[in-house]
């Protein structure tokens, strides 16, 4: 009841609500009610409700009362979807800030105390000293750091001359099923296509920089007739490189079956080292393939800090691996350290064995005055008639 009605109603009070029996002011909880009506998803005539709510009496304060509780419940209700929204915000972006706090590989000590990695194996000769390495050598998986020997071989077979394309590999439509079912897998490959001719420096480019694992088999078969003779001769030239822990099961390291150790795999890295064109090639930022396109080398610390190419590998098996050479001038002169890291724990492995890498050369040749970033011109494409 409004407070008009309340003081003395008149006779035609008395009749206008006899006439509209049931008609009343809202009060604020009706209002509430009201709101919460509104924001439901019945179907609603605000207009129509509000005619009728008005009918016979419009300047009444009952009227105005109940319009005002309506407007209170509504702001009320838009206050609490606001504050509701805010919250969940800011626990989003709790959530998201508990889900990325991780450190950093480059925030994390991956030597002990002792110089040698916290976890997994480490190798390295610095200068022409004697080859030096951690405790606890075993032969575990090495993901594509297998892909060195791979190039080497290819290159035993098919010298390359410096600035030569040598050999070529045609494309046929097994590598392009044998592709796709990498591609499924969540292999590193790079995209080939049925006729595509691919040079052998271009191979080595592809083997060598993004890691295809497809062009690794592909050559494989190529150049020994099938993957298991090709693997066969991964192994005996290990063999004769003295990598008497090293076992190749297949041409690329994603069969966790390709094992070795920091020493072997360090063997393997001198003799590469002073192969003049896998070098150059391990010191390629760069290269345009002919389908693929431009494709980059997965060594980011390529042209930093001295280090000059060489090779990474990862995967959940093997962690993160690092074949490298260091380049830094001295007071003495200019030091090379030549040195792997297998076994690195990290969120994103490759760079864990690129920090781990960098730690060892920072321990090693220390407060060195470092050569600038070597000026490496990217590697052009292939001439158009080479397709």
Same mark, same amino acid.
């Given at each position: 009841?409004?407070?008009?009605?309340?003081?003395?109603?008149?006779?035609?009070?008395?009749?206008?609500?006899?006439?509209?029996?049931?008609?009343?002011?809202?009060?604020?909880?009706?209002?509430?009610?009201?709101?919460?009506?509104?924001?439901?998803?019945?179907?609603?005539?605000?207009?129509?409700?509000?005619?009728?709510?008005?009918?016979?009496?419009?300047?009444?304060?009952?009227?105005?009362?109940?319009?005002?509780? &309506? +407007? #209170?419940? @509504? /702001?009320?209700?838009?206050?609490?979807?606001?504050?509701?929204? *805010?919250?969940? %915000?800011?626990?989003? $972006?709790?959530?998201?800030?508990?889900?990325?706090?991780?450190?950093?590989?480059?925030?994390?000590?991956?030597?002990?105390?002792?110089?040698?990695?916290?976890?997994?194996?480490?190798?390295?000769?610095?200068?022409?000293?004697?080859?030096?390495?951690?405790?606890?050598?075993?032969?575990?998986?090495?993901?594509?750091?297998?892909?060195?020997?791979?190039?080497?071989?290819?290159?035993?077979?098919?010298?390359?001359?410096?600035?030569?394309?040598?050999?070529?590999?045609?494309?046929?439509?097994?590598?392009?099923?044998?592709?796709?079912?990498?591609?499924?897998?969540?292999?590193?490959?790079?995209?080939? &296509? +049925? #006729?595509? @001719? /691919?040079?052998?420096?271009?191979?080595?480019?592809?083997?060598? *920089?993004?890691? %295809?694992?497809?062009? $690794?088999?592909?050559?494989?078969?190529?150049?020994?007739?099938?993957?298991?003779?090709?693997?066969?001769?991964?192994?005996?030239?290990?063999?004769?490189?003295?990598?008497?822990?090293?076992?190749?099961?297949?041409?690329?390291?994603?069969?966790?079956?390709?094992?070795?150790?920091?020493?072997?795999?360090?063997?393997?890295?001198?003799?590469?080292?002073?192969?003049?064109?896998?070098?150059?090639?391990?010191?390629?930022?760069?290269?345009?393939?002919?389908?693929?396109?431009?494709?980059?080398?997965?060594?980011?610390?390529?042209?930093?800090?001295?280090?000059?190419?060489?090779?990474?590998?990862?995967?959940? +098996?093997?962690?993160?691996?690092?074949?490298?050479?260091?380049?830094?001038?001295?007071?003495?002169?200019?030091?090379?350290?030549?040195?792997?890291?297998?076994?690195?724990?990290?969120?994103?492995?490759?760079?864990?064995?690129?920090?781990?890498?960098?730690?060892?050369?920072?321990?090693?040749?220390?407060?060195?005055?470092?050569?600038?970033?070597?000026?490496?011109?990217?590697?052009?494409?292939?001439?158009?008639?080479?397709?």
């Amino acid at each position: 009841m409004t407070h008009r009605e309340s003081a003395r109603p008149t006779s035609v009070a008395r009749r206008r609500r006899r006439r509209r029996p049931g008609l009343r002011a809202l009060a604020p909880e009706d209002g509430l009610a009201r709101a919460e009506l509104m924001s439901s998803n019945e179907p609603r005539d605000d207009n129509n409700s509000a005619r009728a709510e008005g009918r016979g009496s419009r300047g009444s304060r009952g009227s105005r009362g109940s319009q005002g509780g &309506r +407007a #209170g419940a @509504v /702001l009320v209700v838009a206050v609490l979807v606001v504050i509701a929204a *805010l919250l969940l %915000a800011v626990l989003r $972006a709790t959530s998201l800030r508990a889900g990325d706090d991780r450190p950093s590989e480059k925030d994390v000590a991956y030597l002990s105390t002792d110089g040698w990695p916290r976890t997994g194996q480490g190798a390295y000769v610095l200068g022409d000293r004697a080859p030096a390495v951690s405790p606890h050598q075993e032969p575990v998986p090495i993901a594509s750091l297998a892909k060195v020997m791979t190039a080497y071989l290819v290159l035993r077979h098919d010298p390359l001359d410096a600035g030569g394309q040598g050999r070529r590999f045609v494309v046929d439509e097994a590598d392009v099923v044998d592709t796709e079912a990498r591609r499924r897998e969540g292999q590193s490959i790079v995209a080939l &296509r +049925a #006729g595509e @001719v /691919l040079t052998e420096r271009d191979a080595l480019m592809a083997i060598l *920089l993004p890691s %295809a694992n497809n062009v $690794a088999a592909l050559v494989a078969r190529q150049v020994a007739g099938s993957v298991p003779a090709f693997v066969a001769e991964m192994n005996e030239t290990a063999r004769g490189l003295g990598m008497t822990d090293t076992t190749y099961t297949d041409p690329s390291g994603y069969d966790a079956g390709t094992v070795s150790t920091a020493l072997d795999q360090l063997r393997l890295a001198q003799v590469v080292a002073k192969d003049g064109t896998l070098a150059a090639v391990m010191a390629t930022r760069s290269y345009a393939l002919p389908v693929a396109g431009v494709v980059t080398n997965t060594d980011t610390l390529l042209g930093h800090g001295g280090f000059v190419g060489m090779k990474t590998g990862s995967d959940a +098996a093997a962690g993160g691996c690092f074949m490298f050479r260091v380049e830094r001038h001295t007071a003495a002169g200019t030091v090379t350290l030549v040195g792997v890291v297998l076994g690195q724990p990290g969120h994103d492995l490759i760079a864990a064995g690129l920090e781990a890498a960098r730690q060892l050369a920072d321990r090693l040749i220390p407060n060195a005055a470092l050569p600038a970033a070597p000026h490496r011109s990217r590697a052009r494409a292939r001439p158009a008639g080479n397709a």
